[in-house]
Structures are given as structure tokens and as C-alpha cells.
């Protein structure tokens, strides 16, 4: 089993910033991706950012250049840092765990920017 503890959301002005983190504990695989996912009102899911343990990243073409996932990986944990938010990025993220055929999302936490 692999739970996921969420934080960092909240609401901030279009312009400025947030830093999400996401714990995973548990039985946790060495080799494994952890990412951040987002769904709007009204909206499907979407991926934000994924980092595998290796270091390689993946970004959503709307957030590259704004947006940075790292992770500590003696921690089993992933943040995501969130600069020059727009409006358009007030959503719930999701962080997300996978490894091998296992999949394990967190609880999400809601970003709301305002212009």
C-alpha cells in the first residue's frame, strides 16, 4: 500500500506563486514516477508535471518555463513550484504515484489564482 499526502494549495494572486508538495509513504518501489495532475471545473484531467526517480522530467506545454517538479527522493517526496500563476491554472491538483502496474493518486488540493 502507498498513501499520498498533499499541501500547499491555496489561493493566490495571477502573478504570483505556490510550491506543492506530495509524501508518498508506504511500500514504496525504488523505480517509480510521480507526478502532478490538474482538472478545472467543467474540465477532464490533465497532466502537469511528471518526474520519474531518475531525475527525468515531463511539463505540460502550458506550464513550461513557469512551472518546476523536483523531488527528494530519501524523503519520497515530489513538490511542485508554481511562478507566475495565471488564472487559468486555478484547478485541484492531483498528485500521482506509479510504479510498475500500481497507480495511487492523492486527495488533490485546490489552487485558485485570481486576476
Known amino acids: 500500500q502507498v498513501q499520498l ?3 500547499g494549495g491555496g489561493l493566490v494572486q495571477a502573478g504570483g ?5 506530495c509524501a508518498a ?15 478545472a471545473p467543467g ?3 490533465e497532466l502537469v508535471a511528471i518526474i520519474a526517480s531518475g531525475g527525468t522530467t515531463v511539463y505540460a506545454d502550458s506550464v513550461k518555463g513557469r ?3 523536483s523531488r527528494d ?6 513538490y511542485l513550484q508554481m511562478n507566475s500563476l495565471k ?14 502496474s ?3 493518486w492523492g486527495q488533490g488540493t485546490l489552487v485558485t489564482v485570481s486576476s
Do not use: H
Open 5 to 7: 499526502v498533499e499541501s
Open 17 to 21: 506563486s505556490l510550491r506543492l508538495s
Open 87 to 100: 488564472p487559468e491554472d486555478t484547478a485541484v491538483y492531483y498528485c500521482k504515484y506509479s510504479a510498475r
Open 73 to 78: 527522493n530519501a524523503k519520497n517526496t515530489v
Open 67 to 69: 512551472f518546476t517538479i
Open 102 to 104: 500500481l497507480e495511487v
Open 43 to 45: 474540465k477532464q484531467r
Open 25 to 39: 509513504s508506504g511500500s514504496i518501489f525504488n523505480i517509480n514516477a510521480m507526478g502532478w495532475y490538474r482538472q
